[in-house]
């Protein structure tokens, strides 16, 4: 069983940056493949980016490419997203999420993954 916790959601203006953490129970979440998800009202969950077990392959959604960067600490068991130059369609509830069977076709899916943390509000104000 994994648990995950997200923090550093907030309020931001827009062209600002802010970034989040992910923190991950478990004696293995080095070997996972990590991702960040998320969902504005009224909108399924989308994929926003991906990272090996190493940091060796990342993947991102086209429309974060270039402002936001996904990065991981294993000895901290924690995973980051720094984001930048926020737009306020960047708003939603972004989660963090464990994909414990490795790179998989489906790792920017959400059915890639097998564990989810319960997500940390980003509000970006025009």
């Known amino acids: 069983q994994v648990q995950l916790v997200e923090s550093g959601g907030g309020l931001v203006q827009a062209g600002g940056s802010h970034g989040l953490s992910c923190a991950a129970s478990?004696?293995?979440?080095?070997?996972?493949?990590m991702g960040w998800f998320r969902q504005a009202p009224g909108k399924e969950r989308e994929f926003v980016a991906a990272?090996?077990?190493?940091?060796?392959?990342?993947n991102y959604a086209d429309s974060v490419k270039g402002r936001f960067t996904i990065s991981r600490d294993n000895a901290k068991n924690t995973v980051y997203l720094q984001m930048n130059s926020l737009k306020p369609e960047d708003t939603a509830l972004y989660s963090c999420a464990a994909a414990t069977r490795g790179w998989s076709p489906f790792i920017a899916t959400t059915r890639g993954y097998d564990y989810w943390g319960q997500g940390t509000q980003v509000t970006v104000s025009s």
């Open positions: 990272i090996s077990w190493n940091g060796d392959s990342i």
């Open positions: 478990g004696r293995t979440f080095s070997s996972y493949v």
